[in-house]
């Protein structure tokens, strides 16, 4: 795998607002593009296979972790495996094009730590938990029992990214959230040329 090229890594809980940041920066930069994780969960919504993931059974999933097919992967919910392949890396690197993930918090440090200096990590923060309960219960594509689910998990996700990442992004508005984020996106594409 070569490693020449540059990979912009979003991590933050569920909810925070991660989507829709990494949806905007993909809008203004052509040169950008999104890196499509697997996933053994169900489709949501709308969601189609080889755009927003793709998606396999957790037995195939198990079986490509046993062939060595990922460079990072995780069960981030108790029996939902999500993962970066590495001939998605490959795919997009082939095109010249930066690499953006949308990925949890653990994933997020573990790539920081593969790509290092090709690497810039932002953690997009919500404004508080109670705000992020919000925000899930007014997405209405999950269970209550899912929304409590994602809702711990972003709370132990808070205290766990102190510190682990290049920045973090506080994203209480979100005009000045797309702002910020394209001012930290311009200026590593930048620096690093
Ligand atoms: P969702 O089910 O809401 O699409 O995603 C759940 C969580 O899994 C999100 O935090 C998302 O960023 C994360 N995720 C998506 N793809 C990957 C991946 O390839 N690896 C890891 N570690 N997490 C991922």
């Keep these: 795998m070569h490693m020449g090229n540059k990979v912009i ?4 809980p569920s909810g925070a607002g991660k989507s829709t940041i990494v949806n905007h920066i993909l809008g203004l930069h052509p ?3 999104f ?3 697997a996933t053994s969960r169900s489709p949501r919504g709308s969601e189609k ?5 793709y998606f396999f059974t957790e037995e195939q999933f198990r079986e490509m972790i046993a062939e060595d097919k990922f460079i ?6 108790p029996g939902s495996f999500y993962g970066t ?5 490959e795919r997009i690197w082939a095109k010249g094009h930066v690499i953006i993930f949308d990925i949890d918090v653990q994933g997020g440090v573990n790539l920081k730590r593969i790509f290092g200096e090709k690497a810039f990590s932002i953690f997009i923060q919500a404004p508080s938990v109670d705000e992020l309960r919000k925000r899930l219960t007014g997405r209405a594509t999950d269970s209550p ?3 409590e689910k994602r809702i711990a998990k972003a709370e132990s996700e808070m205290e766990f990214a102190a510190g682990k990442f290049d920045y973090v992004l506080v994203n209480d508005d979100l005009g000045k959230a797309f702002a910020e984020a394209e001012k930290i996106v311009d200026g590593f ?3 690093q040329e």
């Design 9 to 12: 890594i979003f991590s933050a």
């Design 31 to 33: 040169e950008m593009e």
């Design 35 to 37: 890196s499509i994780s």
């Design 49 to 53: 296979d080889g755009v927003e993931y």
């Design 72 to 77: 990072e992967h995780e069960e981030v919910y």
């Design 85 to 89: 392949l590495k001939s998605e890396i």
């Design 145 to 147: 029992e899912a929304i």
């Design 189 to 191: 594409i930048g620096v």
